[in-house]
């Protein structure tokens, strides 16, 4: 029987389509309580989520005009953004939508980009045409960075079709440099490349930050194979069924072009099914590593000597397979230090029957997959997971973990009655002792209301000192989850500002200590979950330290700074000495 002809149920893992500052350097930024609305829930304890989508103004449906004849693109759309395209503070929210098929064009306002304005009241305005953001093309992922360092944050979207990069003028508008940067795209088997996403950072250490784009794989528009859940219902193919493609990384010239290198830096050398990137400095050397999942093949490591060149070195690392030896269903990805030791972890969420792998950083290169002592293995075993992120939600002083959800295939359940598409988003509390809470279920009554989730992005929106969340769904409203919890505890957001680094101090490296002697540690990143951007401000949740002892930030460029006795329940910018 041919591989297409097997029902996609048998197949494992087919049910996945795819130095000290001057007080002048110190400066806290406006805070806005919450608007008090009709029926909105109170502050409370523990982790707590509130949908507000609706009343707040962000009027969005991530359109993939699906069609019966089940494009692979159609079941992936995902891209949000959060960030201040304005500088008042606040953040904004741009979202990423599909176009029409077999064009694959925007041949209508329903399939525009969408650039929402934060009111600073609890609502957003549509300012979509006035910035010139629409887009164009079958969108997938976002990422953002100030790529020519002038203080406005830069706008790049990951197509299906050419890629796009968007110039923030700091008037309010962009202008799509995507010709003159260079950056539309990678071809491979005489087309452009399929981009998911993208993440922005500082490979070399000059102070400019360089693109890191993740392509998927070979496909056009309109012949799949024909694929099937059971006899006459066609079903979107596994990957095992397209070839795979190379990730794409382009060196930022500093004059407004980029050069892509991934030959010269050894990216081109090796080839998967890529979904989601994110960055850190696991083995301390001053320069970041990039952690790429792949789909059904194993994920990618790669490790950055010198800022020159690229090792990929995620089998001896223990990081490219489950524990079985299996190649997962790689989706989203996040790179920070989950459980308070100084070393970066990775958490990425795969489909249902394959778990949510921790790797957790042991030091001198090596990873210990931690899935099934921390209890995430039997708690995640049942989910299929998209975008994902690893934030303190309850302020607790331990990172929690979030995931988007939802089935690959949009008729599963008239294949198998038991199974459900749309599915409801989970998020699992740190208890601080390697092992995670399924807290889902006390999450909220709008938390439990399932959904075909895609994106995830996460980011303080109202500037309250919680980590809130915003959703796509695909053909559905997007939403909004409020952070309406951890009443009572404490926490500190920093605003980075870069001089002889990136602008954005992508990158930078922070580790706090409180009055109990207590550490913690994150880093300043846009590159979160799957085809997301989020909040570069650096967040720690404190539980009942009414200050920090000590705030030490280690640049990109190298320089360390230390600040001393800051109070909590602020957000600080801090400024990086230019000596």
């Not at 960075?145 to 079709?161: H, P, Q, R, S």
Request: glycine share 12%; with cysteine.
């Amino acid at each position: 029987m041919a591989f297409n002809q097997i029902p996609c149920v048998e197949r494992r893992g087919f049910l996945k389509a795819l130095g000290l500052v001057t007080a002048s350097a110190l400066a806290p930024r406006r805070m806005l309580p919450f608007p008090a609305q009709a029926g909105a829930t109170p502050l409370s304890a523990g982790i707590r989520f509130e949908e507000i989508a609706k009343q707040s103004g962000l009027n969005f449906v991530t359109r993939n005009c699906a069609t019966p004849n089940k494009n692979q693109p159609e079941t992936m759309v995902a891209g949000i953004a959060l960030f201040d395209y304005d500088n008042d503070g606040f953040l904004d929210i741009y979202c990423v939508n599909g176009a029409e098929i077999p064009s694959l064009e925007k041949t209508s306002p329903a399939y525009w980009n969408r650039l929402f304005r934060n009111n600073h009241d609890g609502t957003f305005t549509d300012v979509t045409e006035k910035a010139g953001v629409a887009g164009a093309g079958y969108g997938m992922g976002v990422a953002i960075g100030d790529f020519n360092n002038d203080g406005n944050a830069d706008i790049f979207v990951a197509n299906v079709t050419g890629n796009q990069l968007f110039r923030n003028n700091g008037n309010g508008t962009f202008t799509d440099v995507t010709a003159k940067a260079g950056v539309a795209g990678a071809h491979a088997h005489g087309k452009k490349m399929w981009s998911v996403g993208a993440g922005w950072f500082d490979y070399n250490n000059d102070g400019l930050l360089d693109l890191f784009v993740v392509n998927y794989c070979h496909w056009e528009v309109n012949k799949d194979p024909y694929c099937a859940l059971k006899e006459g219902l066609r079903a979107y193919c596994h990957p095992n069924l397209y070839l795979p493609l190379h990730n794409t990384l382009y060196r930022n010239n500093g004059d407004g072009t980029f050069t892509d290198v991934s030959h010269e830096t050894g990216i081109d050398a090796f080839y998967g099914k890529g979904m989601g990137v994110s960055f850190a400095d696991f083995d301390g050397d001053g320069f970041l590593d990039a952690f790429v999942t792949n789909d059904t093949m194993p994920n990618f490591l790669f490790r950055n000597i010198g800022g020159k060149k690229f090792e990929e070195i995620a089998v001896a690392a223990g990081v490219a397979y489950s524990p079985d030896g299996d190649a997962l269903s790689g989706m989203g990805s996040d790179f920070r230090d989950i459980n308070n030791d100084g070393l970066p972890d990775i958490w990425h969420d795969a489909v249902e029957h394959e778990g949510f792998p921790l790797y957790i950083n042991q030091g001198g290169g090596i990873f210990i997959d931690a899935n099934n002592t921390s209890g995430l293995g039997q708690l995640t075993n049942r989910m299929t997971g998209w975008s994902n992120g690893v934030y303190d939600f309850d302020n607790d002083g331990w990172k929690d973990l979030f995931v988007a959800r939802a089935n690959v295939m949009d008729n599963i359940q008239q294949a198998i009655p038991a199974e459900a598409y749309p599915e409801p988003n989970s998020v699992f509390r740190n208890l601080g002792n390697g092992k995670f809470q399924d807290v889902s279920s006390s999450a909220g009554s709008s938390f439990q209301i399932p959904g075909a989730h895609r994106g995830a992005a996460f980011g303080d929106i109202f500037n309250t000192g919680h980590i809130d969340v915003v959703v796509s769904s695909l053909n559905e409203p997007i939403k909004l989850f409020r952070n309406i919890g951890a009443a009572g505890q404490h926490w500190l957001l920093l605003h980075l500002v870069g001089t002889r680094s990136n602008r954005m101090g992508l990158g930078a490296q922070i580790k706090i200590t409180t009055p109990d002697g207590r550490s913690q540690w994150n880093e300043a990143t846009t590159a979160v979950g799957y085809a997301c951007s989020s909040d570069p401000r650096v967040h720690f949740g404190l539980g009942s330290s009414t200050a920090v002892k000590e705030i030490q930030i280690t640049w990109p460029s190298r320089a360390v700074q230390r600040l001393t006795n800051i109070p909590a329940d602020q957000i600080l910018t801090i400024e990086e000495p230019k000596s």
